[in-house]
């Protein structure tokens, strides 16, 4: 499988851990979003092969977002998702002026910061469809308490 000595650096992207996914960070950076488990818009229930495939597939699409420079996701070091939501986990004051890591095809701007650390999950939240970066809920979430 997928480790850090694959290559210089490895960002590993993580959207179906309950089914056909790895649970464990293996990379550089490892990113959850929406816990890595179920994504938004995706079928719930058995409907055909797009449930098989759609949590797994969403990964390519989220990448292409970045690619396309449509938005950006930052995304937090965190140890669950759920305190993630809490608001628990905004600082990222490790990573100096640079800021959280932002997902994507920029991340290697983050490198020097992330080849010294491992094992790491980093949490956002998307939308349904492209644009999937979704700044306003996680926002929304905070202040809501
Ligand atoms: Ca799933």
Redesign the pocket.
Known sequence: RLDSTDAQFVDVLHT?I??FGFRAPMGHIDFYPNKG??QPGCPKWLTGSSYFKC?HQRSVFLYLDTIDQKCSSLAFPCSSYEEFLDGKCMNCDQFGEAGCPVFGYDIIKWKEHLMNQSNTKYYFSTNEESPFCSMYSLFSRITRG
Request: hydrophobic share 15%.
């Open positions: 179906d309950d089914a488990t179920d949590d």
